[in-house]
Structures are given as structure tokens and as C-alpha cells.
């Protein structure tokens, strides 16, 4: 039996629940962990990739395979995640632990970790949509034209994005990112 | 066309800093830039240092199974009613399965290929076309009404 994603989407919009199941628990680490990295919760990260699925769910008789389901499944999460930014409160950047290796250390480790505690803190300042722009060009190996379909925007928009992003990470980060111990 | 640093700086921004992945309209004139200019050479050091930066930081670790889980069960209870749209109705009429009721179908479908054929064949025949003399040879005696008694009328 065919189990390609655009199978199963085949089956789910038929109603077929055990390939929503199958389908559900192919995506959802990924789903996860994106909408984690945009929102830096992970309880609403679990939210956000249960509401996505079912979505999946609701909408499967009316999608239609015009691009892989992946890039259509990251679209509805980054789209849901942006949804939750517009609507709730900048999330405490302490309560984001799960980003940063909580691991205690000193020295060169301790560097380290304060790096990204700055890193984190400015990411987490970043508009929504940069934010989103930059965590799919880097997290997910994205082009900019890809970033463009996820975010139903130009390529030129996302340029902008990613401009404006990496400008607001260079004033936050001075000094940070010219040591050179990469 | 020379391309400025600002130019420079944007590209880094709104590419990255792996000349692979720049424009190939910008490409030469950055690559100019890069061996005329130390500054830009700077500036492209410190893009590569950020890109590593936040590839590492932004990095997406898949959820581990205990979320997996919870996010499954959660899905486990009564899905919502699916959206369906009218042109889809005649699919899902396709769709249908009628495997267990065949032998049925195919015997409805038999019955009324017969009533057809019947109806096509028999009780439809002009009357111009029936063997007349057969049909006065007979007895229609019984066929043929009596006056009624209080009109007088008859056939």
C-alpha cells in the first residue's frame, strides 16, 4: 500500500482515520519542534501542532497536492504560531529554558551559555515575522523562495525580513558575534 | 557596476554569507567588491560568524516522544467533522464501497436490462406491424361490450 503523505492525505480525506493517525505521528516531531523554536514554549508548541493536525484533519478533503504536504504542513504551524504571537504576551525569555542547555559550567562554558541566553533574548525581541523568517532559513534550510511559499509573501518580502532581522540581531548582539570562537 | 558596501551588507543580510546561495546578478559584482575591499572581506567574515550562530541556535530538535505522545493522545478523542466541498460530493459517491453488495447490483442491473428489452421488444409493437388475419381470426367476442341498456349508446 502507497504511504506517501499525499496517499494518506488521499485516505484522510475520505475520513480514514488510522491514516490520520499514521500521518499525525509521521509529522508531529517536527511540528513540534518548529512551532517550539518560534514560540520558545513548549506547552504551547504542543498546542499549536495538535490544532495544526487537526486542521490537517478538517481540510483534508478540500487540500490539494500542489505543493508537498511538508511545506503545506509547516505553512498551517508558522501560520497558527504567528496567530498565538499576535495574540499573547511576549513570552517570558526566562521560562524558554528548554533553548538553552541548562547544564551548569564555567569558563569557556559559561561564555557559552551567556552567548545564547543574548542570542535567545534577542531572537525572542524580534518581530514575529522576522523571527519566523530567520528560524526557517536557518532551521530549516530553507531558500527564500521556500520561506516566500510558507509565509504567503514575495521573495522580496522575505529579503526585507531577513534584512531587517540580521540588522536588529547585530545592534542586540555587539560584540557578541565578533569574538570569533566559533 | 560597482556594488557598496551597504549593497554588501544587504546581500550577507538577505542571503547569507555562502556565495552560492547569492543572486547570480550579484554574485560577480559582490566577488569584485570582495577582492578590491578589506572591509567587505570584514563584513563577510562577520556574516559567516552569524549564519553559524544561528544555524546552531535556531536548530530544530524534533519532539521527543513523551510530547509526541501527549499530542497523540490528545488527537485520540472524536475528530471534528471534515469541511467538504461541493465538487467533492461526486467523488465520495465514487468512492463508495459497494464490493460486499455486487451480486446484487449486477442482479438490478440484469432485471432491468430484461424489463428494457421487453419493453423495447413486445408492448411497444405498432399495431400496422401484428399479422392482421391473426388477429381477425380470433374470438374478440368476449372483448366487445354490450349497448348500455338505458342510453342505447354502443361501440
Redo the contacts between chains.
Sequence with gaps: MDDSDEALMARIARGDEPAFRTLSRRHLPAAIGLARRILGNAADAEDVAQEAMLRVWTHAPRWQPLAAFKTWLTRVVVNLCLDRKRRAAWVDLDKAGEIVDPTPGAGEQAEADERERLLTAAIDKLPARQRTAIVLTYSEGMTNAQVAEVLDTSVSAVETLLIRGKQNLRRALAGVIDNKDE | MVMSREQFQ?L?????ADPT?WPESERAKAERLLDSDAEARAMLA?GR???????R????????DD??G???K??AGP???????FW?WPT?LL?WEFSPAWPRVAALACCAALGFYVGIAGLDRPLDRLNQSSIMSRDISSVVFEPEGLTGAGP
Design positions: 544587504d550577507l543580510d538577505g542571503y547569507g546561495h562577520a560568524r552569524l549564519d553559524a550562530l544561528l544555524e541556535h535556531t536548530r530544530v530538535t524534533q519532539a521527543d510530547a509526541v501527549r499530542v497523540v490528545r488527537l475528530l471534528p467533522r471534515q469541511q467538504m466541498t467533492r465520495v468512492d
